[in-house]
């Protein structure tokens, strides 16, 4: 049975095994400019706002060039990132049948095209939505509501697959269905224990799921 019509996604963590790269990015970031070696779990507390965002905030003065050095660490160290397998797999299938496809991610557009267009999937998305194209990060429903009008979808036909609980709850706000994927989540625990539509802990299990209900 046919039951979406939408699908949006999540990046990091989500399409994308990026976490490692954005963590080491940070790194380098922080130890040039503030001479921090600062933890995962101390870069992880700064997300929410865009890449640039965060830098305005850390670095101040030195905005410019810390971006300058953000972008440049991050496109050529991006073999340490990769899309994961079975991925592109599921955008080739649904994009073949028709579903609209979206991607809502809290990274700015700079980010969010390098890693798209590297690993080769951009082109599978009708609409990309970063934290620099709308007013408030997730869980703003903003970036699920854009998507939604403008391919004037009905929202109990629209799922958003993530691995966050910014996601989950993006998907209240906005009334469509949420998908929890916990394959390589920051917050595993605490997704599950949060609660979402359906859970999925390999890309195999999605892809089944995907493949029965659109």
Do not use: Q
């Not at 970031?29 to 305005?56: A, H, R, V, W």
């Not at 496809?101 to 809290?106: F, M, P, R």
């Amino acid at each position: 049975m046919k039951n979406f019509d939408g699908v949006i996604f999540d990046v990091d963590g989500t399409l994308t095994s990026t976490n490692e790269l954005i963590y080491a990015t940070f790194r380098h970031i922080t130890n040039k400019y503030l001479n921090k070696n600062y933890t995962n779990e101390e870069i992880y507390s700064m997300f929410g706002p865009t890449e640039d965002g965060i830098l305005k905030d850390i670095c101040g003065d030195n905005y410019e060039s810390a971006r300058k050095d953000y972008y440049d660490f991050y496109t050529k160290n991006h073999h340490m990132a990769d899309i994961y397998p079975g991925i592109d797999d599921i955008l080739k299938m649904l994009k073949e049948r028709g579903i609209k496809l979206s991607v809502y991610t809290g990274k700015g557009s700079t980010a969010a095209a390098i890693t798209l267009k590297k690993l080769g999937i951009y082109d599978f998305f009708d609409m990309v939505v970063t934290g620099d194209d709308i007013k408030d990060h997730k869980p703003s429903p903003e970036g699920v509501d854009v998507f939604v009008n403008k391919f004037n979808l009905d929202r109990s036909r629209v799922l958003i697959v993530g691995d966050a609980i910014a996601d989950i709850k993006a998907a209240r706000n906005s009334g469509i269905k949420s998908a929890s994927v916990v394959w390589d989540s920051y917050a595993k625990e605490k997704v599950l224990a949060y609660g979402s539509d359906y859970v999925f802990h390999t890309v195999e299990e999605l892809k089944v799921f995907l493949e029965e209900n659109t």
